[in-house]
């Protein structure tokens, strides 16, 4: 079994990422800014949020966190989109009410959208990029391999196809309602699974020698699991994420090069 392991690897773009800060810091006297902007207060979300805080801490990239009931989030991501002092915002997911979540992402200015997410996004979706950073990362040969993504949710599934054909390659794309779901996997020389569905990729369903990437995240009996059934990591024929530390540390390490990015932008104009 060789392991994809995401926290190595986020490590060594970490380093990177916190020379490009310091040069935006002194060369440039450009200070990133990441604006979240947060409605929601399930305390798995808050989580997330002191995670990237202290990622931003870590690389001198200071991270605001806004609460606020949702009927005020448009307004203040106008004011944000307005604020100079501010490089990146996300909108953090899953909102209080996710029937808004189009509008308020796509809200975001463009330039500003370090999440990727609103239709006219200047930069790539986190998770995605974390995604391809590790297969790369690691070697993982995506030419002429058939590639099947399951899940084709706005945060992962969606953008990763899109990105994966952009560049030249072949996906087939299915979500976990598929009739023929485990044949279709069988066919798979890379299997990357973003359905949010617990043990829903099993041992019978990956060829010998499959590249395996878990970006599913759900919930089962109180402890966060992702979609590949933990049988298929007693075998030791594939190249496959850790049941922690595969994708998610590296979508942290993405979105921050995203806020790289737009302050570098500010460099140039």
């Not at 002194?26 to 604006?35: C, D, E, N, R, S």
């Not at 490089?87 to 009410?97: E, H, N, S, V, W």
């Not at 002429?144 to 030249?168: E, F, H, W, Y």
């Amino acid at each position: 079994m060789r392991i994809l392991d995401g926290l190595q690897l986020a490590g060594f773009i970490k380093e990177r990422q916190a020379r490009q800060v310091r040069a935006l810091r002194q060369a440039h006297k450009i200070f990133p800014k990441l604006a979240i902007v947060r409605t929601s207060n399930d305390p798995r979300i808050a989580a997330y949020v002191r995670l990237k805080k202290a990622y931003g801490e870590d690389i001198l990239i200071d991270v605001d966190e806004h609460v606020v009931p949702q009927e005020q989030a448009p307004a203040l991501v106008q004011k944000l989109n307005n604020d100079p002092s501010v490089t990146g915002i996300i909108i953090q997911l899953p909102l209080a009410d996710a029937s808004q979540t189009a509008d308020l992402v796509n809200a975001v200015a463009p330039q500003k959208d370090v999440d990727g997410l609103g239709k006219d996004a200047m930069l790539d979706p986190a998770t995605p990029m974390a995604i391809l950073w590790l297969m790369a990362g690691y070697n993982v040969e995506l030419k002429n391999k058939n590639i099947v993504v399951i899940g084709q949710g706005r945060l992962v599934g969606a953008p990763l196809t899109r990105m994966l054909r952009n560049s030249g390659y072949t996906v087939v794309t299915i979500t976990k309602e598929t009739d023929n779901l485990p044949a279709v996997v069988r066919q798979a020389d890379v299997i990357i699974s973003a359905a949010g569905s617990p043990g829903l990729v099993t041992s019978d369903m990956i060829q010998p020698g499959a590249t395996v990437v878990d970006a599913g995240v759900a919930t089962d009996k109180g402890k966060l699991v992702g979609d590949i059934d933990p049988a298929v990591r007693e075998r030791h024929d594939l190249t496959i994420t850790p049941e922690k530390g595969g994708v998610g540390p590296l979508t942290v390490t993405a979105l921050f090069d995203n806020v790289i990015r737009a302050a570098q932008k500010a460099v140039t104009q």
